[in-house]
């Protein structure tokens, strides 16, 4: 009677969830009318059929699985709160834990799958027995260690509630973290899901954020979403806000925005404010600029998803639509800069900024009280960087306003020149005070004339000093000459009176008014007078040159005025000397502006500004001014191309000379700094290259990234690349070094060698490094970080990059030139690696000639080599080779099969009169040499041999006997005619010889052929030369035999 319950009750909850509630008050009142034994029995009898269905009926086994489990949990709550024990749980899981270790997959599945269910439905109301606990966390570890996902996932889920997120060596939580480096999307999707946060983990969860699976970041969003934004660091926000900006994917975009960025505000209770608060990381200009973007993105997302009037209700709005100045913060006045710029982007939304924006007159009027307000405060550095930021936002606010108002116009000009003469801020806002003092400004001319009488105004400006001793004695004289004069006035006025001249005593009066005015104002005078004093300190400077360089970097100042040129003669260009390293890089930076707005400027001090570069070698430079010095010179071969450095070559190896040594110090060394301006002509552009390239071994950081981009800046502009060069930058990128410590460098490595391959020029260039990269590899000593290179992912790349930029011809020629190098020296260390780049290289693309040609090479090596491994290499490539012939001959045959005798020999004759026609048309043998019949052959032989002969007259080497050539050297000659550019007026005198000197013509004939061609195959037992450059080879001259 239980069976048919059971059967029932199993039968109807596969089909439907919904049943399910229902179904477990049925069995569990099957449970109570039978026996405990019984229905243990049948229990675990139906579940073990449960458990042994094939895993493609997933859906309904999971069905029943979650309905056992579901009645498993309620059992086992009503047995705790009755018994306080576990008499059903217990022994189910332990016969499931015994199931988990079959063989059977399916069985595996599922009994992972029931555990999973059946520890999640029990909730947090029942506790397990530790023994038993432990066995099911030994059990579901090995689990994961299997290689079917779906099993590892299962196991993953039965883990969940055995984690202990107080203990870091939680074996879970380890296994966990193992997983979220699985190479399975699907695995670490799930860790990321499941992993308990703790101080351990939340960096490995935030982590995912930047995963190369879509579902996996999604997940991680989602994750750090529910953990909230309280549990991370403030980095930790920066880079998962970071990352959810930058995401270019839609599904996890909507999941950042809708889901995340909701929640955090809810875990900052609405407070927009506080939120930002939370972002606030001040430590250096880097982190202002993150941290403004990521706030800027953040309101951006919640303009557009919360009402208007919520934001506005935000700002500590006063009557005067204004912020109290005891209310300024950083959060609060970034916030208001944004709101305002997002409200000025619609023309709909004018009412809601007039609700937190004045007019332009109350707004400077404000700026003015806050900077006066903050100048008497007393300010450490750290709360000044903190006061320049809100300055920054609130000029900002200032700059957007419509300055077609008169009034406001003018006093928000004289406001910015206030500031600049009296404050001394950071670079970037002086840089904004200055955009906002050219708004002001009417014309170029009248902006420039304010800026530089600004800077005349700090250099120079007006101080009180003390009277000296001559004008002390001046006044002091003065002042008794009043006193006397004063006196004599006194007495005539009495005389006058006594005369009873009434009208002379009052002109008399009036005298001794004036002087008795004049006495007193000598009297009180100061001992103090107002004079201008020329400030050369480093601080003056660079305030200076900062506003300088602002006015430079404007995109109006197209044009040099006159008030610039003269800043430049009379302030700038005495400064070139001076020796501080703050001022210098200034410096260097307003040369290079003035140089870019005029050439005339360029030409004149290009080199100047390279001197940081060129004497990089001997003297210690400050990085700043030598990071500015190759920023300049960049821009400025970018903009004027090289030549405006110069490149003569015959001044290189002086310079280098130069440089390589080092002179000592003697009494004369004073009069070789008069020398200097001489020198400065000596330096070329290609020594700056070579610069760069030891640039890339500094252990500066900014130095090797500027160099990088410097070469690849003088590369873009048709600069020579040469294969040392070449060899340098891919054993820097190869280097372990570079990827281990400085990764930015290895990515614009990389991406130079990228750009570089799209250049015309690049294969040949890169087939001269090969050798070169090779042995520098090779011979490099064990400390050095080139010996962990893999030579073989070398090869890989060379053959590679040789297969898709040379053509057949030029794959030709690296073959044999390899074949060359292998051959002069078959013990050494690099023909291994030679002749694997040989297999490698796609020869069997290239014509039945020159597979031939190879073959023989080939052929020819295997005689000479001994080693095992790079004769198995050169018997593959000649098997290769062979089998790529047989394949084009039998092609051609059936194509030949197809032709009527009568057109082969049409065919035949038009091409004899072709070739009779010009003896200069190449005449090899091709892969219908090979198929055609014996008297075609030897026909063909017979046209080849007249056309030699033609060609030996050409050269004036018909005397030699051509019995002494064989055939190939005969077809190779007709090859070679076919390369260079034969000039009939060429002379070339060969001497009278007699048979005893024949051989010795032959082998010069020999070398001659092959330092041409490189493909010919002599019998001669003479010594190869080596080749020409392949850049050589469109106009060739033949030497004098």
Not at 117 to 141: H, T
Not at 453 to 477: G, M, N, W, Y
Not at 680 to 709: N, P, W
Request: proline share 3%.
């Amino acid at each position: 009677m239980a069976t048919k319950e059971f059967e029932k009750v199993f039968t109807k909850v596969q089909t439907t969830s919904a049943c399910h509630q229902k179904c477990v008050i049925v069995l569990t009142d099957i449970y109570k009318k039978t026996p405990r034994e019984e229905f243990m029995q049948l229990f675990l009898k139906f579940l073990q059929l449960v458990v042994r269905q094939n895993i493609d009926n997933g859906q309904y086994t999971k069905r029943v699985l979650n309905f056992v489990s579901m009645f498993c949990a309620d059992l086992t709550k009503k047995e705790q709160k009755e018994n306080q024990t576990h008499e059903f749980l217990t022994p189910i899981i332990e016969k499931t834990i015994e199931w988990s270790v079959t063989n059977v997959y399916d069985i595996r599945y599922n009994s992972c799958y029931f555990i999973a269910m059946v520890l999640q439905d029990i909730g947090e109301e029942v506790q397990l027995e530790v023994n038993l606990i432990d066995e099911i966390q030994r059990v579901m570890l090995e689990r994961m260690q299997e290689n079917k996902i779906p099993i590892r996932l299962a196991a993953m889920s039965a883990l969940v509630r055995l984690q202990d997120p107080h203990n870091f060596e939680c074996p879970v939580i380890q296994a966990y973290l193992r997983a979220l480096l699985s190479g399975s999307a699907q695995i670490r999707k799930e860790a990321t899901e499941r992993i308990a946060p703790n101080v351990m983990t939340l960096s490995k969860i935030r982590d995912r954020v930047r995963d190369t699976d879509v579902g996996v970041r999604a997940m991680a969003f989602h994750r750090c979403a529910d953990i909230g934004p309280l549990n991370f660091r403030i980095v930790d926000k920066h880079l998962i806000l970071l990352c959810g900006f930058k995401e270019t994917n839609e599904k996890v975009k909507k999941t950042f925005s809708e889901y995340l960025l909701p929640k955090w505000l809810t875990g900052y209770k609405g407070d927009f404010l506080k939120f930002l608060e939370a972002l606030k990381l001040i430590a250096d200009e880097e982190d202002i600029s993150k941290m403004t973007y990521l706030s800027r993105e953040l309101i951006r997302v919640f303009y557009n998803q919360n009402p208007i009037d919520d934001l506005i209700k935000a700002l500590p709005i006063n009557e005067e639509k204004l912020i109290n100045v005891e209310h300024l913060t950083n959060n609060v006045t970034l916030f208001w800069n944004i709101l305002t710029n997002l409200l000025r982007e619609s023309d709909e939304m004018d009412r809601y900024l007039n609700e937190i924006l004045p007019e332009m007159t109350p707004f400077c009027h404000y700026l003015d009280r806050v900077i006066t307000a903050k100048s008497a405060e007393q300010m450490d550095e750290w709360k000044f960087f903190e006061y320049q930021f809100d300055l920054l936002n609130l000029f900002e606010i200032a700059e957007k306003y419509d300055f077609s108002d008169e009034v406001g116009r003018r006093t928000m000009h004289s406001l910015t020149l206030k500031i600049l003469q009296n404050n001394n801020f950071t670079l970037k806002l002086t840089k904004k005070l200055v955009a906002i003092a050219h708004k002001c400004s009417s014309n170029l001319e009248f902006f420039t004339h304010d800026m530089c009488q600004v800077i005349s105004e700090l250099q120079e400006p007006v101080v009180d000093e003390p009277l000296s001793l001559d004008k002390q004695r001046e006044r002091d004289f003065k002042t008794a000459e009043l006193r006397v004069k004063l006196n004599i006035l006194k007495e005539r006025q009495n005389e006058a009176i006594n005369e009873r001249n009434y009208q002379k005593a009052q002109e008399l009066e009036q005298k001794l008014a004036d002087v008795s005015n004049q006495l007193e104002k000598l009297q009180t005078q100061l001992d103090v007078e107002k004079v201008r004093v020329q400030k050369t300190d480093n601080e003056t400077l660079c305030r200076c040159l900062d506003v300088l360089s602002s006015v430079l970097e404007l995109p109006a100042v197209s044009k040099l005025t006159p008030s610039l040129i003269t800043c430049r003669d009379q302030f700038l260009v005495p400064l070139i000397m001076n020796q501080g390293a703050e001022p210098h890089w200034r410096v260097l930076k307003c040369l290079a502006l003035f140089s870019v707005i005029d050439k005339a400027t360029a030409v004149d001090y290009a080199k100047i500004i390279c001197i940081p570069i060129v004497t990089y070698r001997t003297v210690q430079i400050n990085a700043s001014v030598l990071t500015q010095s190759i920023c300049s010179v960049t821009d400025l071969i970018s903009l004027y191309g090289v030549e405006i450095i110069g490149q003569e070559e015959e001044t290189i190896n002086t310079t280098v000379d130069q440089t390589a040594r080092r002179k000592l110090y003697t009494n004369d060394n004073e009069e070789s700094m008069n020398t200097t301006n001489a020198k400065i002509d000596k330096i070329t552009m290609s020594y700056i290259f070579e610069i760069y390239l030891d640039m890339l071994d500094d252990e500066r950081d900014e130095i090797r990234h500027k160099a990088i981009l410097a070469i690849a800046a003088l590369v873009k502009q048709s600069f020579p690349v040469t294969a040392s060069l070449l060899s340098r930058i891919l054993l820097k990128w190869y280097s372990p070094l570079t990827e281990k410590h400085d990764s930015r460098l290895q990515i614009y490595l990389g991406y130079f060698i990228e750009q570089y391959t799209r250049f015309k020029t690049c294969g040949e260039v890169m087939k001269e490094a090969i050798v070169p990269t090779l042995t520098s590899l090779l011979r490099a000593p064990r400390t050095s970080p080139l010996a962990d290179v893999d030579i073989d992912n070398v090869l890989n790349f060379f053959s590679e990059m040789m297969n898709i930029h040379l053509q057949n011809d030029d794959l030709r020629i690296l073959a044999l030139d390899l074949c060359m190098k292998i051959l002069e020296n078959v013990t050494d260390r690099i023909v291994p690696f030679l002749a694997k780049l040989l297999y490698n290289l796609e020869l069997e693309r290239t014509n039945v000639a020159c597979k031939t040609e190879l073959i023989e090479r080939g052929e020819m090596l295997l005689e000479n080599l001994s080693d095992k491994q790079p004769r198995k290499n050169i018997e593959k490539l000649v098997s290769k080779l062979k089998q790529s012939c047989v394949i084009q001959t039998n092609t051609t045959v059936n194509t030949t099969e197809q032709m009527s005798e009568s057109q082969i020999l049409e065919e035949t004759n038009n091409t004899g009169n072709e070739q009779t026609c010009n003896v200069l048309q190449e005449v090899s043998i091709n892969e219908q040499d090979i198929i055609k019949g014996p008297q075609q052959v030897k026909r063909r032989k017979s046209r080849s041999n007249k056309n030699c002969v033609v060609v030996l007259e050409k050269l004036n080497l018909s005397r030699i006997n051509q019995n002494r050539c064989n055939e190939t050297t005969l077809h190779t000659i007709i090859e070679t005619s076919m390369e260079m550019d034969i000039d009939n007026h060429l002379t070339i005198e060969t001497p009278t010889t007699n048979s005893s000197n024949s051989s010795k013509i032959s082998s010069r004939m020999s070398k001659i052929v092959i330092t041409e061609t490189s493909d010919s195959d002599f019998s001669t037992e003479s010594e190869v030369p080596q080749r020409r450059s392949s850049r050589c080879r469109k106009k060739r001259i033949v030497p004098s035999v």
